[in-house]
């Protein structure tokens, strides 16, 4: 995924009036970070050219419902599941939008 619609997702979830827990897996470190809520600055560190997926917290339903129509304007690539939404950064085969 690009730059700009990661930049996208993190400026959504910035201006959504809840806080939306968030971790990250490095694509060349394999390190998966702890969870976060601040997106407007810890989401960003570092770039976003090494996001091989971003999981966002949904086990809250009324965010879930929030965020998937969040992510659907912006058009991501994603899974999502009972608990949590996965938004792909790289992947190997093909994938659904969210």
């Given at each position: 995924?690009?730059?700009?619609?990661?930049?996208?997702?993190?400026?959504?979830?910035?201006?959504?009036?809840?806080?939306?827990?968030?971790?990250?897996?490095?694509?060349?470190?394999?390190?998966?970070?702890?969870?976060?809520?601040?997106?407007?600055?810890?989401?960003?560190?570092?770039?976003?050219?090494?996001?091989?997926?971003?999981?966002?917290?949904?086990?809250?339903?009324?965010?879930?419902?929030?965020?998937?129509?969040?992510?659907?304007?912006?058009?991501?690539?994603?899974?999502?599941m009972e608990n949590s939404i996965f938004i792909l950064g790289y992947c190997n085969s093909a994938v659904d939008y969210v």
């Amino acid at each position: 995924m690009n730059t700009k619609k990661w930049g996208e997702i993190r400026l959504a979830m910035y201006q959504y009036p809840l806080p939306i827990m968030w971790r990250t897996k490095d694509l060349l470190s394999g390190h998966v970070s702890d969870w976060d809520a601040e997106w407007y600055y810890h989401f960003k560190c570092g770039g976003y050219e090494s996001i091989e997926w971003l999981e966002i917290d949904a086990s809250n339903k009324e965010i879930k419902n929030a965020v998937i129509k969040i992510l659907q304007k912006i058009h991501v690539p994603g899974i999502v599941m009972e608990n949590s939404i996965f938004i792909l950064g790289y992947c190997n085969s093909a994938v659904d939008y969210v």
